[in-house]
């Protein structure tokens, strides 16, 4: 694998940060042709992406340094405070630190600009999984969210340092990689049979079915994390989130769906 694409001086270049620019590339790209297709404001978005970025990456990388609080702060110094802050040095982020930040800018200008929450949140999702997509087959290259050890014929090889089996191990990132990509799909296949008909009901579909595949994925991942008790973190997030998403179908189908 090829974590380190290059490395001058304090900057070093990861294959993860190129995927990241990317797939934020391809969520904004993405967002603007399915906003043109809603009618949605675009001024919006060039109002608020800078925002929207910047806070994605403040509590990302705030999860992914409390996530992994050893590493980062092993000694309470000036040098932990520099290597969590320094993120072009180390580019690791949360991912789900980063939605939480990017989502919550979001929505904080959606409710100051006073736009169409559910027909935003509605193509918000479909990008989303397009991003994500681009994002885990990024974690591959860099060696990171892997899985566990595996005697089938899907186990591969890593040969990073920061990988902790030598044996071959589920390839999680690619799992991750297609199934976002399959809910991408999914998600606008049926934003083109009910876009202006039922506003809101495609986010819950995609949070709702994410949920569901991110909760099985957790089973199969092997890299350390925080865990509480004897679950990771992210699998005891994905269930409230498939039974939040589940619970808010269910009202959704019964209020506006006969």
């Not at 918000?124 to 994002?135: A, N, P, Q, W």
């Not at 885990?136 to 186990?155: D, M, P, Q, R």
């Not at 920061?162 to 606008?188: D, E, H, M, R, S």
């Amino acid at each position: 694998m090829f974590p380190t694409l290059f490395h001058i001086g304090f900057l070093k270049i990861t294959t993860l940060s190129i995927f990241s620019v990317f797939s934020l590339v391809a969520f904004f790209v993405s967002i603007i042709y399915l906003a043109k297709k809603s009618r949605l404001r675009l001024q919006f978005l060039a109002s608020s992406y800078k925002g929207m970025i910047l806070w994605g990456l403040i509590v990302g990388r705030l999860f992914e340094v409390i996530a992994n609080l050893n590493f980062y702060w092993y000694e309470i110094s000036f040098s932990s405070l520099y290597k969590s802050i320094a993120i072009w040095q180390n580019t690791e982020l949360s991912l789900f630190g980063f939605g939480i930040g990017f989502i919550l800018f979001f929505l904080r200008q959606i409710y100051y600009k006073q736009e169409n929450l559910r027909k935003w949140a509605d193509i918000f999702i479909i990008s989303t999984f397009i991003s994500l997509s681009i994002y885990c087959f990024g974690t591959f290259f860099a060696g990171i969210n892997y899985g566990k050890v595996t005697e089938s014929f899907l186990g591969i090889t890593f040969n990073n340092p920061i990988v902790k089996y030598t044996l071959p191990i589920y390839p999680t990132q690619i799992f991750a990689g297609l199934y976002n990509l399959f809910l991408a799909g999914y998600c606008f296949n049926q934003y083109t049979k009910t876009k202006h008909k039922l506003d809101g009901y495609l986010f819950l579909q995609g949070v709702f079915l994410y949920s569901i595949f991110r909760f099985i994925e957790s089973f199969f991942r092997g890299d350390d994390i925080f865990m509480i008790w004897i679950l990771r973190y992210p699998t005891i997030l994905s269930f409230i989130g498939a039974y939040l998403g589940f619970k808010a179908l269910t009202r959704y189908e019964k209020k506006f769906i006969k």
